[in-house]
């Protein structure tokens, strides 16, 4: 029951990185069982797994997306404000996983 209790919430925490476009973002949940899933742009996820497809299609702003493990690494188009991606980001893992 335990298990139940704890799969109910998405936590998500960004960290920058040295390059102002690119964040990590770490969740509490396996995003992929590959060993990575790399999207060079929107158009390389549309054929990449369901994960990567709902990301680029449910977040404004990705420009390129590596998934590993419980870590998104997100590059942003410069225009788009982190604040704003990092939640859309949240939102859209959460209906993906509940």
């Known amino acids: 029951?335990?298990?139940e209790i704890m799969s109910e919430y998405v936590t998500v925490e960004a960290e920058s990185t040295p390059?102002?476009?690119v964040m990590h973002i770490i969740t509490n949940q396996t995003l992929t069982t590959n060993e990575e899933e790399v999207y060079?742009?929107?158009e390389?996820?549309?054929v990449g797994s369901t994960l990567a497809q709902t990301l680029f299609m449910g977040?404004?702003?990705i420009r390129a997306l590596t998934i590993i493990d419980d870590t998104l690494?997100?590059?942003r188009t410069p225009?788009?404000?982190?604040e704003v991606l990092v939640d859309?980001?949240?939102d859209v893992l959460r209906d993906f996983f509940l």
């Open 1 to 3: 029951m335990g298990d």
């Open 19 to 21: 390059d102002p476009d």
């Open 40 to 42: 060079e742009s929107p």
């Open 44 to 46: 390389a996820g549309d």
């Open 59 to 61: 977040v404004d702003g």
């Open 73 to 75: 690494i997100v590059t």
């Open 79 to 82: 225009d788009t404000p982190w």
């Open 88 to 90: 859309e980001v949240r």
